[in-house]
């Protein structure tokens, strides 16, 4: 029977990766920083934590009350000039300066702020990764620059697992050590309504091997590529696994053991007909 276990690791990005977080105090939310770093620790390390704002304003007051108990260092700008932020100048000069003395692997950019879009865009270019994140409201063009965006909405909402219903195993053959994963029910929340289903058949298809199967990590970095704000979390759903096992009437899932490796890694396919 499926184990909760697998998707982490199917879903994870492997090895840790030396990462810069950069907050834009101005455009994002003191509620959710201990949500964001614990989202940001499934990329890798924040080696860096740093925070921009004029904290000298009352705007700023919540932040000044938790930057010493999550390490962020706090770099001051003062509005020298009303209508001109200097707050995003100073991250962007910061971020380049990081990028090239080479010493991370990538960038978490916290703003809604669609002005850092060309910096996400130049950073790539480097070669390193992109992490946004934001709230709902973010431009397409912010978000689609990033190699992933996470909305910070989606890491304040509770997740309610689906319940779970008993199902037969399937009569195909199936390679040795491999599972059928079991059906859940779907709740109103998760309708298939509201899901991008034809994306996900989509995102098989263009990723499976000639016998239809394809690694549920697979589907989730063509996801990714394609629309780097896509997550399961905006559509109820705590994982892309349980996503995929909602609708169980168009996928088939399995586990299958790895050799010489107790962990098994979960496989997708289309069914037929659908």
């Not at 904290?55 to 007051?61: H, K, N, Q, V």
């Amino acid at each position: 029977m499926y184990n909760s276990k697998f998707s982490n690791i199917t879903e994870s990005e492997g090895a840790a990766q030396k990462l810069a977080v950069l907050i834009d105090a101005d455009n994002a939310q003191p509620s959710v920083i201990d949500a964001l770093l614990a989202e940001v620790a499934r990329f890798g390390e924040a080696t860096v934590r740093r925070i921009y704002g004029d904290f000298t304003s009352s705007r700023s007051s919540q932040w000044k009350q938790i930057l010493n108990k999550y390490s962020i260092n706090p770099i001051q700008q003062f509005a020298y000039t009303t209508g001109k932020n200097a707050t995003d100048s100073r991250l962007i000069i910061d971020a380049m300066d990081l990028l090239h003395k080479g010493n991370i692997s990538g960038f978490c950019l916290v703003s809604s702020d669609s002005d850092f879009t060309g910096l996400a865009s130049r950073i790539r270019e480097e070669g390193l990764v992109v992490y946004g994140f934001g709230e709902k409201k973010t431009p397409e063009a912010f978000r689609n620059a990033c190699n992933q965006f996470v909305f910070t909405e989606n890491l304040k909402a509770p997740i309610k697992p689906a319940k779970t219903t008993p199902v037969t195993r399937t009569k195909k053959a199936r390679p040795e050590g491999a599972e059928t994963i079991p059906k859940k029910e779907t709740s109103p929340k998760q309708g298939s309504k509201s899901i991008p289903v034809d994306f996900l058949k989509e995102a098989v298809e263009k990723a499976c091997d000639e016998t239809g199967w394809v690694q549920l990590g697979s589907i989730g970095s063509y996801l990714r590529k394609v629309k780097p704000d896509f997550d399961s979390r905006s559509f109820g759903f705590k994982n892309l696994t349980e996503m995929f096992t909602n609708f169980s009437e168009t996928f088939e899932l399995q586990d299958r053991a790895t050799p010489q490796s107790p962990n098994k890694i979960i496989y997708v396919r289309i069914k037929e007909g659908k």
